[in-house]
């Protein structure tokens, strides 16, 4: 163009300007210099206990503890609800114990009101087929209680009591007779007599036969003096086989062998 200069549109005539604090050179080289080489990546200056696999095992540690927690937590639950079976399965027991001892003195108390006819003749039989005292009657005893705790017993009380019967030794199995005619009333498996039987005799006279192993009678049935009746055992609260024998005078007891010097009419 007449009256003035062409402009050099190319990138060789346009120099860049220098960036503050040096020339481009030297910048350029600075930049070079904090690049990372192709297929290497960046390292860190902070070391390993800030990287990304310190983080998911620090995630994996806290994990397992809280499980660790979790479990020994569970174990207390466990620990603590099988303590509260046991005990409410103790106190069910406890209860259907009681409701049973309620039951057996109920039936006691019905026997002993009854006002049944004479039935004593002067056919007498003595209750076992060898007569050897163990046990004389109204002798006192000591009684000892006991519960469990921990699997180790443990006394919690000592009583005297009255032993309303005569203790005849036997073995296993052997005969049991009827002291004298009378009708069964009770023929049945209790907690502290064992397998039991009383027969009324009449005019308010019962005899009971305990700890049995084998009854031989039923309720209602008319026995008489001498009859077999049941077999020698070491059921229910006992401490070896044989025969209690007791006798009962309107509800009062008394030495069942005072019965064989009592006047009998025919």
């Known amino acids: 163009m007449a009256g003035g200069e062409e402009s050099d549109p190319s990138p060789e005539a346009a120099e860049s300007p220098d960036p503050p604090g040096g020339s481009g ?29 310190h983080d998911s095992q620090s995630a994996l540690d806290s994990a397992d503890s ?3 927690e979790t479990a020994e937590e569970r174990e207390k ?24 001892i309620t039951l057996e003195k109920s039936l006691r108390s019905q026997v002993f009101e009854r006002k049944g006819n004479d039935l004593i003749t002067s056919r007498l039989s003595h209750p076992r087929d060898m007569h050897y005292v163990t046990s004389q009657c109204f002798t006192s005893r000591v009684k000892v209680s006991y519960r ?20 005849l030794r036997g073995r296993p199995g052997t005969p049991i007779y009827s002291i004298a005619d009378g009708q069964v009333v009770l023929a049945r498996s209790m907690h502290f007599e064992g397998n ?16 049995q192993s084998n009854l031989r009678v039923q309720v209602g049935q008319y026995v008489r003096a001498g009859e077999r009746i049941g077999d020698v055992g070491n059921t229910g609260y006992s401490t ?13 007891p008394v030495d069942p062998i005072s019965l064989y010097s009592l006047p009998i009419r025919d």
């Open 25 to 53: 050179t030297e910048n350029r080289e600075n930049l070079s210099a904090v690049q990372p080489a192709p297929g290497k990546e960046p390292s860190s200056e902070s070391g390993s206990d800030t990287g990304p696999a």
């Open 240 to 252: 070896g086989p044989h025969l209690h024998l007791s006798l009962w005078i309107r509800g009062v």
């Open 77 to 100: 639950r466990e620990q603590k609800e099988k303590q509260a079976l046991e005990e409410e399965k103790s106190e069910e027991q406890l209860s259907n114990f009681m409701k049973k």
């Open 148 to 167: 469990y705790e921990n699997g180790r017993r443990v006394e919690v009380g000592r009583r005297v009591v009255m032993h309303n019967g005569v203790d």
């Open 196 to 211: 039991f039987t009383i027969i009324d005799h009449g005019l308010g006279i019962f005899s009971g036969y305990m700890h």
């Open 66 to 68: 809280e499980i660790q």
